[in-house]
């Protein structure tokens, strides 16, 4: 059973940046393509980027990609997800999820974690 633990979510002033993190365990082969994905409030979850087992880094948010470092830690089990430069507008739930390979639609993956909340306020 794969089970996905988000942590590193918070309040944060405009202009900084989170350092979320993703913990896996009970990993299959079949699972480790990891994806984060961002869900505003009142809104549809949308894709972030991807890291696949092999450290492909893809990236579905044009207009943060920018601002984002994506990176994996296989010896932890963990995926990290770098977020700088904070605005206001990136206030949301951030989830990530696993699956066999990346893909920027949340119906794809079969694991989730229980997403962590960042606020992004002065």
């Known amino acids: 059973q794969v089970q996905l633990v988000e942590s590193g979510g918070g309040l944060v002033q405009p202009g900084g940046s989170l350092r979320l993190s993703c913990a896996a365990s009970g990993f299959r082969r079949d699972y480790e393509a990891i994806a984060w994905f961002y869900q505003a409030p009142g809104k549809e979850r949308e894709g972030v980027s991807c890291?696949?087992?092999?450290?492909?880094?893809?990236y579905y948010r044009d207009s943060v990609k920018d601002r984002l470092t994506v990176s994996r830690d296989n010896a932890k089990n963990t995926v990290y997800l770098q977020v700088n430069s904070l605005k206001p507008e990136d206030t949301g739930f951030y989830f990530c999820?696993?699956?066999?390979?990346?893909?920027?639609?949340?119906?794809?993956?079969?694991?989730w974690g229980q997403g962590t909340q960042v606020t992004v306020s002065s």
């Open positions: 890291i696949s087992s092999s450290g492909d880094i893809t």
């Open positions: 999820a696993a699956d066999a390979r990346c893909s920027p639609y949340s119906s794809l993956y079969n694991y």
